[in-house]
């Protein structure tokens, strides 16, 4: 008989964590909102030291100076620095974010349609409903920040849930056997 090995017994121990965080998130969207601006704005503040870091290197070896590196690494400190200072501000642009984004993705797969059409795919109809209802979605979401913000939370509760149930699916397989 197979003993599980000590990485089968940490990702089940991980996939606890996972699910108890999904619970966490949750039942308490507010704290979540604000642990997201956190994260996004550290994410931005390293972005925009890695960006001067960039400029530096690539000045030092091109002959045209990438000046936008400069311009685009302090901005995003800024960003971070007011973000995590104004956690309300960096919510409600997160959430506008969000739904900018969604619409950007469906705009682009719309801007492809005349493929599937030339194709006489079916794809061109499915394509055409969804990103036309993703649309709709979000431009409600845009002018509906509570809205935007719930189905942020919900989607990273949802992940960490499903994270957490493939580690302990994965801690109790074969594959974590010796």
Known sequence: MKSRTSSGWIEIL???VF???????????????????????????????????????LSSISIKKPYILIVTGILNILIGIIFLFKIKVGA????????IWFIIICISHLTNLYVFKEKKSGYYWFTLIINGI??????????NPIASAATIIYLVSFYLMLTGIFSITYGFSDMSKK
């Open 14 to 16: 991980c996939g606890v």
């Open 134 to 143: 993703g649309l709709v979605i979000a431009f409600w979401l845009l002018f």
């Open 19 to 57: 699910i108890l965080l999904a619970f966490y998130a949750f039942s308490h969207p507010a704290a979540t909102l604000g642990a997201l601006v956190v994260v996004f704005s550290i994410g931005a503040i390293f972005k925009g030291v890695s960006n001067i870091f960039l400029y530096n290197t």
């Open 92 to 99: 409600l642009t997160l959430t506008a974010l969000f739904s």
